[in-house]
């Protein structure tokens, strides 16, 4: 019994870990999928790896990527996915491990006001 409880808890806080991380690197555009959210999915298409990175800003109430990134740019998202639908990767903002960034030796990034 006991074994079965530790295995169970194990799995269970371990889940997270076992999350498969991904990469794209391309140029980001934006996706309005939900007029609910505050912000758009930030989308950057893969073209060495021919798959697409879909990152859910979601309600976040603040620009989420001012600074990091802004549409038009090369950029690449990595982190775990939460979610596959065939070579396109849906990624939370929200997990801590996600990470925006420009490629290095890119010039410096102008930050665009949001408007919210």
């Avoid at 991904?22 to 939900?34: A, F, R, V």
């Avoid at 007029?35 to 073209?47: G, I, K, S, T």
């Avoid at 879909?54 to 989420?64: E, F, K, T, V």
Wanted: aromatic content about 6%; overall charge neutral; charged content about 25%.
């Amino acid at each position: 019994m006991r074994r079965i409880a530790f295995a169970a808890l194990i799995s269970i806080a371990s889940t997270s870990a076992w999350a498969k991380d991904i990469s794209c690197t391309g140029i980001m555009i934006d996706i309005d999928i939900d007029a609910r959210m505050d912000f758009p999915y930030a989308v950057v298409y893969d073209e060495t790896n021919a798959r697409t990175c879909m990152l859910d800003q979601g309600p976040a109430g603040h620009d989420p990527l001012r600074g990091l990134c802004n549409v038009g740019e090369t950029c690449t998202i990595s982190g775990p996915y939460k979610r596959q639908i065939r070579n396109t990767y849906i990624l939370d903002f929200g997990d801590r491990r996600v990470h925006v960034e420009a490629p290095q030796g890119s010039p410096p990034r102008l930050e665009v006001p949001s408007g919210k």
